[in-house]
């Protein structure tokens, strides 16, 4: 199986600050990643596809990227309901697998 | 807008077989470039692909779970749906059902998730 390690497991911020959480596949996964937030109760909600591909009616403060095995998702000018916990996805190889999470918190 | 809904017991003994299914609505499970997937997620713990079916009835599912899984789609009815045989309290998760779409450029994302069924597995 693809390992996918996300960093840090959780980070401290404040509105209005810009954030990037980083994720790392255990091999090439080309672009095959996706990116979901998930808040306390819900369902994932899909954020990024393709690395860097915004899905529809998700804000443009949200952006993805990178390639091979490392990628990223930033955040501009963190929002109040932005303080969520975000996974990485790799669809590159079944199974998929998804990282352990970053939980963002309010600092 | 598609939606998915999940239904199951929410309690059971180890040894039984969980059976959950997913109702789709707003939209057919047929056709198009989708699939749908089960994915579980323990309580305060990260997220665990379980496996897929498509309309036609191919199915993948995760290596660590494939002996004790099955699934099977009903077209007829908009459902799909997933069996777990011998549960212990290591399967206790919520388990949610997923529509998978397949990327023209390749790999798959999850756009649609269902709300999720917490399944206690407990003597």
């Known amino acids: 199986d693809i390992q996918m390690t996300q960093s840090p497991s959780s980070l401290s911020a404040s509105e209005g600050d810009r954030v990037t959480l980083t994720c790392r596949a255990s091999?090439?996964?080309?672009?095959?990643l996706n990116w979901y937030q998930q808040k306390p109760g819900k369902a994932p909600k899909l954020l990024i596809y393709?690395?860097?591909s915004l899905q529809g009616g998700v804000p443009s403060r949200f952006s993805g990227s990178g390639s091979g095995t490392d990628f990223s998702l930033s955040i501009n000018s963190l929002q109040p309901e932005d303080f969520a916990t975000y996974y990485c996805q790799q669809s590159y190889a079944l199974p998929h697998t998804f990282g352990r999470g970053t939980k963002l918190q309010i600092e | 807008q598609v939606q998915l809904q999940e239904s199951g017991p929410g309690l059971m003994k180890p040894s039984q077989t969980l059976s959950l299914t997913c109702t789709v609505s707003?939209?057919?499970?047929?056709?198009?470039?989708?699939?749908w997937s089960w994915i579980r997620q323990p309580a305060g713990k990260g997220l665990e692909w379980i496996g897929r079916?498509?309309?036609?009835?191919?199915?993948s599912y995760n290596p660590s779970l494939e002996s004790r899984v099955t699934m099977s789609v009903d077209t007829s009815k908009n459902q799909f749906s997933l069996d777990m045989s011998s549960v212990t309290a290591a399967d206790t998760a919520v388990y949610y059902c997923?529509?998978?779409?397949?990327?023209?450029?390749?790999?798959?994302?999850?756009?649609?998730w269902g709300q999720g069924n917490l399944v206690t597995v407990s003597s």
């Open positions: 997923a529509r998978g779409v397949d990327l023209s450029t390749g790999g798959s994302l999850f756009d649609c």
């Open positions: 393709g690395a860097s």
């Open positions: 707003g939209g057919s499970i047929s056709g198009g470039n989708y699939y």
């Open positions: 091999q090439s996964i080309s672009r095959h």
């Open positions: 079916i498509y309309s036609s009835g191919r199915t």
